[in-house]
């Protein structure tokens, strides 16, 4: 005998909060300056950035993805006891587990809710972003509460001239709910291992456990190989999730890629054809690249900045380590 499963075919999702966290330390290029070998000139001409945000000691991981959420919340017109799932990425977390999310969870007062983190590095909040609205159009959830938290600068070498002046610290947050109209296009996403290389952790835990005396772990990036590929493949996964969105450039509201680089940013939304009309995300001007967190963080600016409103669509593209992407167009709440 078989039977059937019961579905929700005619329910659908879409972001009905957002909030963020910028840590209360703002950091100049000539800061930055003063510990590694460069000029103000070079790293704005390099990544477009003016200022990043680092967090004080009190600013932890869970501490400024909470404070993301429950503006988030706030937002949505929520409180904690309605969400049914959190949903923390990360690439930053120097605490393998418990789960990041389950720490939020509780501290937010969402006892009930499953938690559980993602780790897909700058492409995390697209991932979790795609997790929770199929969760949602499948009844499995009513709320999902999506966190993108990164300390970069747990991770990074400040010493590094590659690539210190680039990764920054905070955390953005969006509950996603149901909808009667589609709110969340279908996910494009994909990895390719075979550039692995270029963006990565130069050791691993294990052998500074082997022996203390090697230098602890740190993340490096092979820039140009990163832009390469970006530009070759996130930009036709870009127009992949318009098409499955149905929509064309013409009607986005919005463009807000992964806060990488003003340089690729621009070299994408130019490939992407997007008309003058479309306002492009360039938060890494002011924040950094702050890995998942990035593209929520450059959404709340866009919409407080009044350059986009709700009820716009927005095509996000988030693409990191790995080398994975995922990609879709959203409603912005």
């Known amino acids: 005998m078989t039977a059937g499963l019961l579905t929700t075919a005619h329910r659908h999702s879409r972001i009905v909060g957002l909030g963020t966290y910028r840590p209360r330390r703002t950091v ?17 001409s390099r990544s477009g950035i003016l200022t990043r945000h680092f967090a004080s000691p009190d600013e932890t991981l869970p501490a400024m993805a909470e404070a993301a959420a429950a ?3 706030a937002h949505a017109g929520l409180d904690a006891g309605q969400i049914d799932c959190v949903i923390v990425a990360s ?38 972003l795609a997790v929770a609205g199929d969760m949602v159009s499948v009844g499995s959830a009513a709320h999902v509460l999506v966190i993108g938290a990164e300390r970069m600068t747990d ?11 680039l990764f920054a610290d905070g955390a953005g947050a969006v509950v996603v709910g ?40 740190y993340m490096r990036m092979d820039g140009r190989s990163v832009f390469r590929w970006a ?46 009309a479309v306002a492009v995300a360039d ?14 963080l450059a959404m709340e600016r866009l ?28 409603v912005l709440p």
């Open 155 to 165: 991770i990074v070498d400040p010493s590094d001239r590659t690539i210190s002046f």
């Open 231 to 276: 530009v070759s493949r996130i930009v036709p996964a870009g127009r992949e999730a318009m098409r499955a969105a149905g929509i064309s450039a013409g009607e986005l509201g919005a463009f807000i890629p992964h806060q990488a680089n003003l340089r690729m940013i621009e070299v994408m939304a130019e490939r992407l054809a997007l008309p003058p």
């Open 178 to 217: 149901p909808s009667t109209e589609p709110g969340i296009g279908p996910v494009v996403r994909g990895a390719d291992g075979s550039q692995a290389h270029a963006l990565r952790m130069d050791s691993d835990w294990g052998a500074v456990r082997d022996d203390p005396a090697l230098p602890r772990p």
């Open 71 to 73: 503006n988030a919340l």
């Open 303 to 330: 919409l407080q900045e009044a350059t986009v409103r709700s009820g716009d669509t927005a095509l996000l593209i988030g693409f990191g380590a790995g080398l994975n992407y995922a990609s879709q167009v959203v």
């Open 283 to 296: 938060d890494v001007k002011h924040s950094g690249n702050t890995s998942s967190a990035s593209v929520p």
């Open 28 to 44: 100049t290029n000539k800061a930055i300056c003063e510990r590694i070998d460069s000029t103000e000139e070079w790293i704005e």
């Open 91 to 128: 690439m930053s977390n120097l605490v393998q587990t418990p789960p990041l999310a389950v720490a939020v969870a509780h501290a937010l007062g969402a006892r009930g809710a499953a938690a559980f983190d993602l780790s897909a590095a700058c492409a995390g909040f697209c991932h979790a």
